[in-house]
């Protein structure tokens, strides 16, 4: 039986959301404080570490010794309710799925389950939410996160689907066995298993993916 391993940030919500772009400025903001630099420093530094590390917050541990609680604290602070709307048109189709469904989040917990309970979608997810923690600060698309994930459920890579915005993250789930549903918009690449332009076209892509058909 296939599980579904299922990224939040612009997976589960669009892109365009505000929410995420609130959580740059504030990691911004963040590093601006720490290291007493301008605004256009901080900002050369958070991408550059993203770029390194994989998350921002990893550069900032190994280079700067930093608390990752007191930054994720700070970082997911931001004002869920006014910039996510609850999906029940996607809750339901979700419930449709026969496979168990997991969370698999660079984010913190907390804030993951916010999220979810906000878009309606908490009680379709299997829990624990595995997060960053979880992961021992080990982010996708490192392959630790990815042996997290399956050792604590106890899973194969070929028993998985995962469903991220992420071409790296997907590659490595590539490199485990797991198939790959892509969401966003634009030319997928031929070595995913399916491609899903908006948040709302997820269900779909994975019912053709397991061969089941949605019920309207």
């Known amino acids: 039986?296939?599980?579904?391993?299922?990224?939040?940030?612009?997976?589960?919500?669009?892109?365009?959301?505000?929410?995420?772009?609130?959580?740059?400025?504030?990691?911004?903001?963040?590093?601006?404080?720490?290291?007493?630099?301008?605004?256009?420093?901080?900002?050369?530094?958070?991408?550059?570490?993203?770029?390194?590390?994989?998350?921002?917050?990893?550069?900032?541990?190994?280079?700067?010794?930093?608390?990752?609680e007191d930054f994720l604290h700070y970082v997911h602070d931001v004002d869920i309710e006014k910039n996510i709307k609850p999906n029940p048109d996607l809750a339901k189709k979700l419930t449709q799925i026969p496979l168990k469904k997991i969370l698999f989040t660079n984010s913190c917990r907390y804030y993951a389950g916010k999220v979810l309970y906000v878009l309606g979608l908490f009680e379709c997810f299997e829990k624990p939410i595995i997060d960053i923690r979880h992961m021992q600060?080990?982010?996708?698309?490192?392959?630790?996160?990815?042996?997290?994930?399956?050792?604590?459920?106890?899973?194969?890579?070929?028993?998985?689907?995962?469903?991220?915005?992420?071409?790296?993250?997907?590659?490595?789930?590539?490199?485990?066995?797991?198939q790959t549903i892509w969401v966003g918009k634009g030319e997928c690449p031929k070595f995913f298993d399916g491609h899903a332009a908006r948040p709302d076209l997820i269900v779909d892509e994975i019912m053709q993916l397991i061969g089941i058909k949605c019920a309207s």
């Open 137 to 178: 600060f080990f982010p996708k698309p490192h392959p630790n996160a990815y042996k997290t994930i399956l050792n604590y459920f106890q899973l194969t890579g070929d028993q998985c689907i995962m469903v991220d915005d992420s071409f790296d993250n997907l590659k490595t789930a590539v490199s485990f066995g797991m």
């Open 1 to 68: 039986m296939k599980v579904l391993l299922f990224d939040l940030d612009c997976t589960l919500y669009p892109p365009e959301n505000d929410i995420f772009l609130s959580m740059g400025i504030r990691i911004t903001e963040y590093i601006q404080r720490l290291l007493n630099i301008t605004q256009a420093e901080a900002a050369v530094i958070r991408d550059r570490y993203w770029k390194k590390y994989g998350l921002t917050l990893i550069g900032l541990i190994r280079n700067h010794s930093i608390d990752p």
